[in-house]
């Protein structure tokens, strides 16, 4: 059963008050905290706790967690990582929104790191990368024009990744999937790092990327959202 802080308000409430008089790096508002099974990246088809935070810079044209933008409750960084013991699983990931906004999400990581968790972030390339702790595993989403937000990508970031890190582009399109093979190409993306190119749920046919990557010969991974496969593709907490 997959359980979320939003169902045990009473819980919830009981961080909010004490967290907001905490200083900013100590605590952080969370939209909501899961287990399920992990739906993309080279970790997809694993138990996983998400942690999601609220609020997000970019407006992609596609977004499937828009909820993310506003909703949420200030927590502790200490009653976060309660949340997360509770499910007894050894694989985090912080997501969004764009978790990387929020001052106390890099103090989280190292304190789930220090605490033996692999740790996984999706941020979504707006945002610098490069003092996120090394031991934390990078998605990197990589905007491509259909989002609406291509050019609010931080490309420095394709230089602050490391070995074990992945990237990330959602194609609505075939001029999105024209612009991702000449990223992969120009910058040899595929050769350092696992790629995957992610039609948009209900807009891009997958049989039609898929027969482009093949025609292409490009050494990408066809992404499909797992979780949309399993539960519905509007269900939260999954």
Known sequence: MVQTTQSRPGSARRAVTPALRLPPAER????EIFCSIQGEST????RCVL???TGCQMR?????TEYAFHEGQWMSRAAILDAVAAFDCPLVELTGGEPLLQPGVRPLMVALADAG??????TGGGVDISKVDPRVHVILDVKCPGSGEVDNNHWPNLGHLREGDEVKMVLADEADYCFAREMV???????RFPVHFSPVHGQLDRLELAEWLLRDRLPVRLQIQLHKLVW???????
Do not use: M, Q
């Open 232 to 238: 519905d593709p509007n269900a939260r907490g999954v």
């Open 51 to 53: 942690v999601r935070l």
């Open 117 to 122: 968790y692999r740790v996984l972030l999706e």
């Open 43 to 46: 970790f997809a088809g694993l």
């Open 60 to 64: 992609c044209t596609w977004c499937d």
């Open 185 to 191: 190409r120009e910058h040899g993306l595929a050769e």
């Open 28 to 31: 952080l508002r969370v939209n």
